[in-house]
Structures are given as structure tokens and as C-alpha cells.
């Protein structure tokens, strides 16, 4: 009579081995969703500034380049570069800025007025610019700035719907 003895561990492997694979997938997965996510907010972040750097030394005209195309409808390159110089140097009196660039935030599909087109997957960053002026002294402008791929390039929008509010 032969008796035949369990093994209740003969498994054991096999489970240590799925268990292990399936956590290495997860990592792999949160890697991979990390790594593109945090590399599209750099590509975000990377547009603002290169934004805010080129007003920053005065030259509205490749700041202008920036914007989306439902911006460049809005007003001229010639007619940014004037009204935005003037604000800027003449108005408020300052040589230049600083200038902080917040986090990316995905609003999703956006418009910004009502004549304008609506966009997919649009997202929001807030920029805090500091001034100091020989008139207005040292103070503070917070805008929120929306950017929407346009030709494979993220481009930046500014948001003029008067019924939104600060969001």
C-alpha cells in the first residue's frame, strides 16, 4: 500500500515567482507612467519659461512665437510687441523681471473665449512674475497660463472668458 503524502508547498515557488513579477510589472508601469508624465511637465514647464525668458529680455517678438494660434488671431506680433513693451517698460518703468513658474495641471478641453476653438488636453500653469519699479516700487502679477500641443509643440494660451473666475 502505497500512501501518498501531500505537498503543500510544491507551489510555494510558483507563487513567490508570480508575485514577484507581478510587482515588478506594477513598478515598471508606475516607472514608466512617472517618467513620461514628469517628461511632459518639464515640456510644459520648458515652454513658460522659454516664454517668460525671452519678455524677460525684452524680446516679445519670440515670446509672441510662443503663443497658439487662437492667440496670434488676437492681436498681431507687431501690435504684442508694442503693447507689451510699452506695459512693461514704459508703464510700470522696470528693465526687467523675475519670474516663478508653478506646476502643470491638466484642465482637459478648454476654450479661451468664447470665439475660439475648443481644445483637447490643455493644461494649466500658474506663473507668478515679480516687479520692481521705480513708480510702483516691488509688487507682485499672477497669471494663470493655459498650453495646448499645436504641431507637436506645446503652445501658450492666455484665458479670456470673463465668466470663469479665478481658477
Given amino acids: 500500500m502505497f500512501r ?4 503543500p508547498l510544491r507551489f510555494l515557488p510558483i507563487a513567490l515567482l508570480a508575485v514577484v513579477l507581478l510587482w515588478g510589472g506594477w ?15 518639464m515640456e510644459l514647464q ?29 492681436f498681431s506680433k507687431e501690435a504684442y510687441i508694442e503693447t507689451r513693451a510699452h506695459v512693461i517698460l514704459n508703464h510700470f518703468g522696470v528693465q526687467t523681471f523675475q519670474y516663478a513658474v508653478g506646476e502643470p ?5 478648454w476654450r479661451m473665449d468664447d470665439n475660439a476653438s475648443k481644445l483637447a488636453h490643455v ?6 512674475t515679480t516687479f520692481q519699479s521705480p513708480i510702483f516700487g516691488r509688487f507682485e502679477l499672477s497669471q494663470v497660463c493655459y498650453l495646448a500641443q499645436e504641431n507637436e509643440q ?10 470663469r473666475g479665478s481658477s
Avoid at 4 to 7: F, G, L
Avoid at 123 to 128: C, E, G, R, T
Avoid at 154 to 163: A, H, N, V
Fill in 4 to 7: 501518498r503524502r501531500r505537498r
Fill in 27 to 41: 513598478q515598471a508601469y508606475g516607472w514608466l507612467q512617472s517618467s513620461f508624465g514628469s517628461s511632459r511637465e
Fill in 46 to 74: 520648458e515652454t513658460v519659461d522659454a516664454f517668460y525668458a525671452a519678455e524677460q529680455q525684452g524680446d516679445f517678438g519670440s515670446a509672441w512665437e510662443l503663443f497658439h494660434s487662437d492667440m496670434h488671431k488676437r
Fill in 105 to 109: 495641471e491638466l484642465v482637459g478641453e
Fill in 123 to 128: 493644461y494649466k500653469i500658474q506663473v507668478q
Fill in 154 to 163: 506645446w503652445r501658450m494660451l492666455w484665458d479670456y472668458q470673463p465668466d
